[in-house]
T-cell receptor, first 111, second 113 residues
Framework: ETGVTQTPRHLVMGMTNKKSLKCEQHLGHNAMYWYKQSAKKPLELMFVYNFKEQTENNSVPSRFSPECPNSSHLFLHLHTLQPEDSALYLC??????????FGPGTRLLVL | KNQVEQSPQSLIILEGKNCTLQCNYTVSPFSNLRWYKQDTGRGPVSLTIMTFSENTKSNGRYTATLDADTKQSSLHITASQLSDSASYICVVSELQGFQKLVFGTGTRLLVSP
């Protein structure tokens, strides 16, 4: 275990649904990240929170909405997704710019 | 454009054999290079990290090398085990911004009994 947990591990949703992904880190880190991992593509950074403040938003569509209520929790709210959004969504945390520790991911399928 | 290229895309080796995975990058300015191992259904786990001044770094049966002049790195796995079957991802960090990481697409390794 890396100290980063994600729920749910698997999610199937329709394009009109609203769902949320949850990430929790037990490492005392001050930065958290959301990544998207699609087949045969490099990990894509979606959002970065440093000290609970969002510092990066790499042109992610507004149908993805992050929330970071404190330095240990990170959410990704999903609404009106498209089939091409189906992917593995990974959460990670780090202390400043040190090595990132990844959670196990949420496998998302959008029908 | 900053990129990280890995080869081969996939590899099958017999248990007990050695193998070497390659990583070429164009990221500049360079901060550090990491190798991650990602088991199926799990998130990536860091194996090694090397800065500009380091040529080699070992972690058990894993040995990473770095040539910052040619912008190449390799990950050598010695005496492979079935549990080494995974994807190995090369990640290069830019020397600017907060954690500007550039990820490779990974090499998928299958160790066969």
């Amino acid at each position: 275990e890396t100290g980063v947990t994600q729920t749910p591990r698997h999610l199937v949703m329709g394009m009109t649904n609203k769902k949320s992904l949850k990430c929790e880190q037990h490492l005392g880190h001050n930065a958290m990240y959301w990544y998207k991992q699609s087949a045969k593509k490099p990990l894509e950074l979606m959002f970065v929170y440093n000290f609970k403040e969002q510092t990066e938003n790499n042109s992610v569509p507004s149908r993805f909405s992050p929330e970071c209520p404190n330095s240990s929790h990170l959410f990704l709210h999903l609404h009106t997704l498209q089939p091409e959004d189906s992917a593995l969504y990974l959460c990670a945390s780090s202390q400043d710019e040190a090595t990132q520790y990844f959670g196990p991911g949420t496998r998302l399928l959008v029908l | 454009k900053n990129q990280v290229e890995q080869s081969p895309q996939s590899l099958i080796i017999l248990e007990g054999k050695n193998c070497t995975l390659q990583c070429n990058y164009t990221v500049s300015p360079f901060s550090n290079l990491r190798w991650y191992k990602q088991d199926t259904g799990r998130g990536p786990v860091s194996l090694t990290i090397m800065t500009f001044s380091e040529n080699t770094k070992s972690n058990g049966r894993y040995t990473a090398t770095l040539d910052a002049d040619t912008k190449q790195s390799s990950l050598h796995i010695t005496a492979s085990q079935l549990s080494d079957s995974a994807s190995y991802i090369c990640v290069v960090s830019e020397l600017q911004g907060f954690q500007k990481l550039v990820f490779g697409t990974g090499t998928r390794l299958l160790v066969s009994p």
